[in-house]
T-cell receptor, first 114, second 114 residues
């Protein structure tokens, strides 16, 4: 079935540094999402993105966060600078158009800020 | 705004017994679809079942749910759980217009014991 690829699967980074999480969504999908999941806790919405724009973001989407998808390439989540509380698994998801369409998730990137 | 409320925390059930995971929602929109996603340990969430038709039962992998718009509910049920059903279950709704936001509940962890 359709796959969302996330690169890398694990990332360890020093606090204060910049990190970019990459997501290769399903090819014909139009809507893109990032979710954050701290170990053992629920998955929480960060942002959704459509037609080159952020449609909605949550309070977790701090000013240090940004997303983009230049020229239909990777959908990226950038954190600059990183903080210890950014340590979590970040899931990318994508979907096609329509209310009944399924969201496809990647396997996540485990980010550890040290 | 749209919201989804699920049975909180952990539900523990003995293998072979039935289970129901509650999901209720609030939305002012009619063009809405409803989903259950399952997340096994260290994996990405994936679709379990979906519905947008009132009072119609939908089934998959032994689980079933019926959307009841009169009570704003979409509870997940299984008549006989297995150890392999232990996972995190998310209820979600999606609007078909506007920003196509996907709203997830907080998740319910199901633990099946022998």
């Amino acid at each position: 079935g359709p796959k969302v690829l996330q690169i890398p699967s694990h990332q360890i980074i020093d606090m204060g540094q910049m990190v970019t999480l990459n997501c290769d969504p399903v090819s014909n999908h139009l809507y893109f999402y990032w979710y954050k999941q701290i170990l053992g806790q629920q998955m929480e919405f960060l942002v959704n993105f459509y037609n080159g724009k952020v449609m909605e973001k949550s309070k977790l989407f701090k000013d240090q966060f940004s997303v983009e998808r230049p020229d239909g390439s990777y959908f990226t989540l950038k954190i600059q600078p990183t903080a210890l509380e950014d340590s979590a698994v970040y899931f990318c998801a994508s979907r096609f158009r329509g209310p009944n369409t399924e969201v496809f998730f990647g396997k996540g990137t485990r980010l550890t800020v040290v | 705004g749209d919201s989804v409320t699920q049975t909180e925390g952990l539900v523990t059930v003995t293998e072979g017994l039935p289970v129901m995971l509650n999901c209720t929602y609030q939305t002012a929109y009619s063009d809405v679809a409803f989903f259950w996603y399952v997340q096994y340990l260290n994996e990405a969430p994936k679709l379990l079942l979906r519905s947008s038709t009132d009072n119609k039962r939908t089934e998959h992998q032994g689980f079933h749910a019926t959307l009841h718009k009169s009570s704003s509910s979409f509870h997940l049920q299984k008549s006989s759980v297995q150890l392999s059903d232990s996972a995190l279950y998310y209820c979600a709704l999606s609007r078909g217009t506007g920003n196509y936001k996907y709203v997830f509940g907080a998740g319910t962890r199901l633990k099946v014991i022998a």
